[in-house]
């Protein structure tokens, strides 16, 4: 069976190869098992001139690589030359990280000495997003190599080749052979890699993947899973309407939607001020330039991943409108373009009770409330926790924000989707299982090692005994 990948703007095949079933994604965890001890045996300091060296492949190639991932994904260039950036700032925080949170640690002892040490798990299956192909699976790579670990890698099947061109960039930097093998496939070589003989699996991807991935591990608590999932996320928006709706805006609809910290539910006052605010995000949303990653000058949106993709978010509008929902915007398709191309859509949700699930396109709710413990009281009325974000100058409501909001990622006056690098990302409830990744990525690649050390062997006390 072959596997492709498809330009959604165009529909060019991007991409062709085979599919890796259970046999082959076995062979792939042994050969990652057999090339474990002699990168374990390394120093650090050797692991991570590999990483740096990759950092400088990703650099040398970072035009061609951008243009990939625009052409599988349609993600604008100017986004995918950012995601090539991310990629390569991600070696250096991993080393920091490493360092500062799985290093080596020596205390004195009256008898000689206390000693911290971490270890890597062993071969980490990676299971990675179509929405950031570089990025995200590169968020749990690097740090899994540096800690001494092995990769067998899962691409979406939407950017198998994205995927193929990161294992490239590590090949020709040197990382030996057999380390980080890749198995191309869809939910079937994904569920045949976790089978496996794997010792930690590292996912991010959709919150009912996520909860399928705990059930399919569920005997095998020696498995470390780390899952970076989906998010229903709440934007609190307050007051200042004229500043609030580029952030606004930002927040609902960079990557066309397809951020798992993207908002989907504007909660606003009622009366002027959240009219206002609702009127100017409604004004800039239709202003907004929608295009093909190749075309000539600025745009904001390109197509969604896929046709299937935007006819699965054209079935969740209208289920929401069949319900009740008032539209503000139309979420529609963009006439004379493929069918992955849709516009942004704002729709209206005070008083209906709507599905708790992520739609990952485009689309914006709001609901409006009376005061602010209903906004919180809404905010929170969710089983995801991965981003919340408050727009408000005062000061005070900020403080309620960060202390009643369950969610890992909580911004003020800043996009939802704003995060950094060298702090934690990861969520609550259905939005991960407490092992955020980014700059804590160092926690899930590696195990503590405590000891108690003496050079010379001597008597203990034993008590009862003279």
Known sequence: MM???????????????????????????????????????????????????????????RAALAELISRETGKLLWESDAEIGS????????????AERTGERTAAMNFGRAVLRHRGHG???VLGPYNFPGHLPNGHIVPALIAGNAAVF?????????????????????LPDGLLNVVQGGRATGEALVAGDIDGLLFTGSAGAGAALRRALVDRPHVIMALELGGNNPLIAWDSPDEAASIIINS?????????????RLIVPEGVVGDRIVAAVDGLAARLPIAAWNEPGDA????????????AAHRAVSDLVARGARVIRPFAAVDGRSAAFVTPGIIDMTGMDGPDAEIFAPLLSVIRVPDFDAA???????AFGLSAGLISQDAALWERMVEESRAGVVNRNRST?????????????????????????????????????????????????A
């Open 3 to 61: 596997l492709q990948s498809f330009d959604p703007a165009s529909r060019a095949l991007i991409w062709e190869g085979p599919v890796a079933d259970a046999a082959a994604c076995n062979r792939a965890i042994a050969t990652a098992r057999a090339s474990l001890p002699g990168w374990r045996a390394r120093a650090v300091e050797e692991r991570i001139a590999v990483a740096r060296r990759y950092a400088l492949v990703l650099e040398e190639r």
């Open 154 to 174: 899962k691409p979406s099947e939407i950017a198998p080749a994205t995927g193929a061109a990161m294992a490239d960039a590590w090949a020709a930097a040197g």
């Open 376 to 382: 919180m009281k809404v905010a929170n009325a969710t």
């Open 252 to 264: 609902a609809f960079i990557t066309t939607g397809q951020r798992c910290s993207c908002a989907r």
């Open 417 to 465: 989707t704003g995060a950094a690098g060298n702090m934690p990302f990861g969520g609550l409830g259905a939005s991960g299982n407490h092992r955020p990744s980014a700059y804590y990525a160092a926690d899930y690649c590696a195990y503590p090692i405590a000891s108690f050390e003496a050079d010379g062997v001597q008597p203990v006390p034993i008590n009862g005994l």
């Open 300 to 311: 904001f949106m390109g197509p969604l991943v896929s046709d299937q993709a935007a006819a």
């Open 123 to 125: 071969v980490m299956a």
């Open 87 to 98: 990629m390569i700032a991600k070696v250096e925080v991993s080393i920091a990280a490493h």
